[in-house]
C-alpha cells in the first residue's frame, strides 16, 4: 500500500528496557510527525521533521526520547529506559509539504506497553 | 493548558439526524483548522478542514463552522450514520501567514451513531 506504515504494530516490554519504533512515510513526503496518544487522552505532538532535520523538538517529553531520520524517509523514535508513563500508542504522520497546517497522513500507531 | 478543548468526551445520536461536535480555541495566532476521524486500531484520518477567513465550508454531509470572534468552531454531520461512529479531533495550526507552525490537537469526541 502506498500509506504510513509503523512497525511493530504492538510492542510490550519491561520497565528500563529500550525500544525502537519505526514509520515509512508516504514517499514524497517531506515532512513526518511523531505523535502519542495515551489512555483517555488526546494527541500529543512529540517531534515534527522537515527532511531530515528536526525543526521542533519540542514536544519530547523527555531526554529518554529521541528520533532520527534517515535520507529523508524512515523514521525512528527511541525511547529508552522505558517508564510505565510511555505506555501509550505512538503515531507517526506524514505530509508533502512542510507547512503544519497541510493535511497529515497517518499510520495505524504502534501501542506500546511497558510492565 | 489546553490549547484546543473538545469539552464532551462523547456523544450519542440516532441515526439519521444531526451530529454536532464542538470545539474551542485559546490561542488567537491559529488560524487554520481540521478535522480528523479515527476509528479503532486505525490512525487518524483527515476530514475537513477550514481557514479564518471563512465562516463555513461544506463537503458532502460534513460542514464545519468557524465562530472567530468565539474562538469556537464545530462539525456537523447530517444525516449521521452508523460508520460515522469514531472519535473526532478537532486540530488547529496557525498558517504561513502567521509563522506560527504548531498543529495542536483536542483530546477528541467520540460519537456513536445509533442505528
Known amino acids: 500500500g502506498a500509506g504510513v506504515s509503523q512497525s511493530p504494530s504492538n510492542k510490550v516490554t519491561e520497565k528500563g528496557k529500550d525500544v525502537e519504533l519505526r514509520c515509512d512515510p508516504i514517499?514524497?513526503?517531506?515532512?513526518l510527525y511523531w505523535y502519542r496518544q495515551s489512555l483517555g487522552q488526546g494527541l500529543e505532538f512529540l517531534i515534527y521533521?522537515?527532511?531530515?532535520?528536526?525543526?521542533?523538538k519540542s514536544g519530547l517529553p523527555s531526554d529518554r526520547f529521541s528520533a532520527e531520520r534517515t535520507g529523508g524517509s524512515v523514521s525512528t523514535l527511541t525511547i529508552q529506559r522505558t517508564q510505565q508513563e510511555d505506555s501509550a500508542v505512538y503515531l507517526c504522520?506524514?505530509?508533502?509539504?512542510?507547512?503544519?497546517?497541510?493535511?497529515?497522513?497517518f499510520g495505524p500507531g504502534t501501542r506500546l506497553t511497558v510492565l | 493548558d489546553q490549547q484546543v478543548k473538545q469539552n464532551s468526551p462523547s456523544l450519542s445520536v440516532q441515526e439519521g439526524r444531526i451530529s454536532i461536535l464542538n470545539c474551542d480555541y485559546t490561542?488567537?495566532?491559529?488560524?487554520?483548522f481540521l478535522w480528523y476521524k479515527k476509528y479503532p486500531a486505525e490512525g487518524p484520518t483527515f476530514l475537513i478542514s477550514?481557514?479564518?477567513?471563512?465562516d463555513k465550508n461544506e463537503d458532502g454531509r460534513f460542514t464545519v463552522f468557524l465562530n472567530k470572534s468565539a474562538k469556537h468552531l464545530s462539525l456537523h454531520i447530517v444525516p449521521s450514520q452508523p460508520g460515522d461512529s469514531a472519535v473526532y479531533f478537532c486540530?488547529?495550526?496557525?498558517?504561513?501567514?502567521?509563522?506560527?507552525?504548531?498543529?495542536?490537537f483536542g483530546p477528541g469526541t467520540s460519537l456513536s451513531v445509533i442505528p
Open positions: 514517499s514524497g513526503h517531506t515532512a
Open positions: 521533521f522537515q527532511g531530515n532535520s528536526a525543526p521542533d
Open positions: 477550514i481557514s479564518s477567513i471563512k
Open positions: 486540530a488547529a495550526s496557525g498558517s504561513w501567514e502567521t509563522s506560527y507552525d504548531k498543529v495542536i
Open positions: 504522520a506524514s505530509s508533502p509539504q512542510g507547512y503544519r497546517y497541510n493535511e497529515q497522513f
Open positions: 490561542n488567537s495566532m491559529f488560524d487554520y
